[in-house]
């Protein structure tokens, strides 16, 4: 049964890094791609990026300069870095698995809640 | 950047009628591949996204007939008969085929 699990703080200052980590079960990350989506309160789906089964890795260019997505294949876990946050950052962090061709998400995490404040 | 707009932003329908959203996107989602990375999903109230279509027409697992994609190029339909309960919730479309991936601002399922 294919699972994703996101664990991460709920509470981040401005300017601080969010640090977010997926953790998969029913696949592998080395045979399917996984991105993270995120979602203001009550908005749309925004997609931040993703990182290939081969382990390389795209982003949104929008957010490009603040990221970073990395895994371990031994724990089949995926991660989300993110600095500089600021408060607009705040939202649910989904990771989705990548379906067999490629470009949709046929599974998806709970999401986890992320609020910028001080 | 692909901009998706939906429409409606909001339907009202009764429990066993039928509705349709439409999705167009600001440029084609033919791949060099040939092939048209565009889905449907819904996300039911507290919930995450659940895929319901997907590369334009093919419906995932355990997803009901009722639900049916179509289209081409730029323009898209999700077609929902028969309504059900379960059915309620927003509904969105999703882009695969450039980056960024990006999705349209969703379309509100609520009864009437």
């Known amino acids: 049964q294919v699972r994703l699990k996101e664990s991460g703080p709920r509470l981040v200052q401005p300017s601080q890094t969010l640090s977010v980590t997926c953790t998969v079960s029913?696949?592998?990350?080395?045979?399917?791609?996984v991105s993270w989506v995120r979602q203001p309160p009550g908005k749309g789906l925004e997609w931040v990026g993703a990182?290939?089964?081969?382990?390389?890795?795209d982003y949104n260019s929008a957010l490009k300069s603040r990221l970073s997505i990395s895994r371990d294949t031994s724990k089949n876990q995926v991660f989300l870095k993110m600095n500089s946050l600021q408060t607009d950052d705040t939202g649910t962090y989904y990771c989705?698995?990548?379906?067999?061709?490629?470009?949709?998400?046929?599974?998806w995490g709970q999401g986890v809640m992320v609020t910028v404040s001080s | 950047d692909v901009v998706m707009t939906q429409t409606p932003v909001s339907l009202s329908v009764s429990l066993g009628g039928q509705v349709s959203i439409s999705c167009r996107s600001s440029?084609?989602?033919?791949?060099?591949?040939?092939?048209?990375?565009l889905s449907w999903y819904l996300q039911k109230p507290g919930q995450s996204p659940q895929l319901l279509i997907y590369?334009?027409?093919n419906r995932f697992s355990g997803i009901s007939d009722r639900f049916s994609g179509s289209g081409s190029g730029t323009d898209f339909t999700l077609k929902i008969s028969r309504v059900e309960p379960d059915d309620l919730g927003v509904y969105y479309c999703?882009?695969?085929?450039?980056?960024?991936?990006?999705f349209g601002a969703g379309t509100k399922l609520e009864l009437k």
């Open positions: 440029q084609s989602l033919v791949h060099n591949n040939g092939n048209t990375y």
């Open positions: 590369k334009v027409s």
């Open positions: 990182i290939w089964k081969g382990g390389s890795t």
């Open positions: 029913g696949f592998s990350v080395t045979s399917y791609h």
């Open positions: 999703g882009q695969g085929t450039q980056y960024p991936y990006t």
């Open positions: 989705a698995k990548h379906g067999n061709w490629g470009g949709y998400f046929d599974y």
